[in-house]
């Protein structure tokens, strides 16, 4: 497993676009529906606790640069 460091995850920066895409990869939506349904989870997600973890960086969100994340390849965000 790997750290990312902070430099690391401020390249990593997502865009609504990509985030939409990873978490609902099969949906078709109109773009205002799916940008309503990434701040409706967002604002579920920064509600239980992660607020402060959850950053917004010019047009792309990233998590807390000072967090500890670890990195591990072949494991997958999504249930399945």
Do not use: C, F
């Not at 497993?1 to 978490?23: T, V």
């Not at 609902?24 to 529906?33: F, K, N, R, T, Y």
């Not at 349904?37 to 047009?59: E, F, I, K, M, Y």
């Amino acid at each position: 497993a790997q750290r990312a460091g902070p430099r690391q995850r401020a390249e990593l920066a997502l865009s609504a676009e990509r985030l939409i895409a990873a978490a609902w990869p099969d949906e078709q939506m109109s773009p205002p529906a799916a940008l309503n349904r990434l701040h409706v989870a967002l604002t579920t997600l920064r509600n239980l606790g992660l607020r402060d973890l959850l950053l917004r960086d010019g047009d792309g969100y990233l998590l807390a640069p000072d967090i500890a994340l670890e990195v591990r390849p072949g494991r997958s965000v999504r249930p399945s």
